[in-house]
Each structure stands twice: as C-alpha cells, then as structure tokens.
C-alpha cells in the first residue's frame, strides 16, 4: 500500500512539471531584438549649407573675384572711390601726409590685376587713365619740334606724350626714342606708377 502511494505520489510530479513545461516555453528572442531582413534605411537629407554670396561692394573682394579688370564694372556695387583703396594708395605710393584726403581721391583711379587692387595717381600728369605708349614712331608733334630744335637732347613729356616708356630726342631735325625708362605691366600700364593697395 505504502508503495503504491509512493508511485502515484511520483506520476503526480511527472504530470505537473510536464503542465509548468507548456505553460512556460523557453524564452526565444523579442520581436524588437529580430531584424527584419530584406529591408533599407532610408536616409532623409537635411537643408543644403548656402554659400554667402561675395561681397562685391568691397573693392578687394570684388577683385579677388573678377581677377584682372581694367575698371571695375556692374558687378562691383561699392563706391567708385572707396576710402580704404584712397588711404592704401596714399600709403603705397608715399604721398605725402598733407594732401588733402579729398583731393587725393578725385585724382585717384583703381582697377583689379591678378585678384589684388592696384591704384595710380594722377599727380603731376601720371597717364593712370591710359596704357603704355610703347610705339618708337615720331608724332608729328616731336617731328614739329625737332625741326625747331634739330639738336635738342630731350624732347619734354608735353611734346612726346606722358604715356611714353622711351626718351625722346632730335638728331639731324628728326625725333628719335632713346632708352626706355619705363617698364610695362601685364595689362599694359606703366608699372612704375601703379601700387598694390593692401586691404
């Protein structure tokens, strides 16, 4: 009798764990931890950076982006005599500290070369509005004049031009270029009267 209750008391545990068995399955992974395959990211851009526009109303930006020029033109919406560029050029050339700000500017022209900004005054009539006169061919100017003067040993910058890069003199009533004096730029400008203007 003792047996058989030991017996049944056994088939009882058996039948039990077997229930607890079923009723808790071992844990398998989450539904978050399971990748879904076969899919992608999709990846949404955000806004584009904007570059800022140059700011072409400073006559140094202005030249660093149009590079070579001979005078500024529609792009460039600064003033047409910027007192920086004035104030640079008077420093560049060694102007004298006495002349009036004003005065220098009205007799102050600038343009772009090679991305920097160069000035040129006027002064004692420095051709800053034109190029270089490179031409070894007499005007009828200095031919007049050497028929008055067949011997002169200069003919003066009234007569020849100012934009002249050679000396200028009468042999036998007849004018003739002598040495060169000045030498010539990129764009054709006298460089001897032109400046790099720093910011």
């Given at each position: 009798m003792k047996f058989k209750a030991i017996v ?101 022209v600038w343009r772009c070369m090679d991305g ?29 004049y050497c028929k008055s003067n067949p011997s ?48």
């Amino acid at each position: 009798m003792k047996f058989k209750a030991i017996v049944f008391w056994m088939c009882g545990l058996v039948v039990l764990s077997a229930c607890q068995s079923a009723a808790n399955p071992p844990a398998g992974p989450t539904e978050a931890a399971i990748a879904p395959t076969g899919m992608t990211t999709t990846v949404i851009p955000g806004p584009t950076p904007t570059v800022a526009a140059a700011d072409l109303s400073n006559p140094f930006v202005y030249c660093a982006s149009v590079g070579t020029i001979d005078q500024p033109d529609g792009r460039y919406t600064g003033e047409a005599k910027p007192k920086a560029v004035i104030e640079g050029l008077m420093k560049a050339s060694g102007a004298s500290a006495e002349i009036p700000l004003d005065v220098f500017s009205q007799g102050s022209v600038w343009r772009c070369m090679d991305g920097k900004v160069y000035g040129c005054f006027v002064g004692a009539n420095l051709p800053c509005d034109s190029k270089a006169d490179t031409s070894k061919e007499s005007t009828p100017d200095m031919d007049a004049y050497c028929k008055s003067n067949p011997s002169a040993e200069f003919i003066p910058a009234a007569v020849t031009g100012h934009a002249t890069i050679y000396e200028w003199k009468c042999q036998a009533g007849k004018a003739v270029a002598g040495n060169q004096t000045f030498q010539v730029d990129a764009q054709g400008y006298i460089s001897e009267i032109w400046y790099v203007v720093e910011p």
